[in-house]
């Protein structure tokens, strides 16, 4: 059964750093993009990073450049994000997304992407 789990989320001052992890189960992370997504409450979700299969292309949106950071150990089968200098309006459930595809290039796009976690909450306090 193909499952991803993200794990690393909490409770984090301003300025803090927090590391989400987001492990594969019943299949291998190497073929495979990876996104990462954030939904506030009474927000639509919105795309924050992803990075390709191979580790060697990555993205971010603009409101988390410079800031956060993506990658990957698929000898792990996990992604990861770094995030620094957190600010009060990340506070979010953070979702990790995969998708298995000939492209090359990942996308931060929700509809994108086939299979999903259940999510971890990060709050900022300010």
């Known amino acids: 059964q193909v499952q991803l789990v993200e794990s690393g989320g909490g409770l984090v001052q301003a300025g803090g750093s927090l590391r989400l992890s987001c492990a594969a189960s019943?299949?291998?992370?190497?073929?495979?993009?990876i996104g990462w997504f954030r939904q506030a409450p009474g927000k639509e979700r919105e795309g924050v990073s992803c990075?390709?299969?191979?580790?060697?292309?990555?993205k971010y949106a603009d409101s988390v450049k410079g800031r956060f950071t993506i990658s990957r150990d698929n000898a792990k089968n996990t992604v990861y994000l770094q995030m620094n200098s957190l600010k009060p309006e990340d506070t979010a459930v953070y979702y990790c997304?995969?998708?298995?595809?000939?492209?090359?290039?990942?996308?931060?796009?929700?509809?994108?992407?086939?299979?999903w976690g259940q999510g971890t909450q990060v709050t900022v306090s300010s």
């Open positions: 997304a995969a998708l298995r595809t000939i492209q090359s290039m990942c996308r931060i796009t929700s509809t994108w992407y086939d299979y």
């Open positions: 019943g299949f291998t992370l190497d073929y495979y993009h």
């Open positions: 990075i390709n299969n191979s580790g060697g292309s990555t």
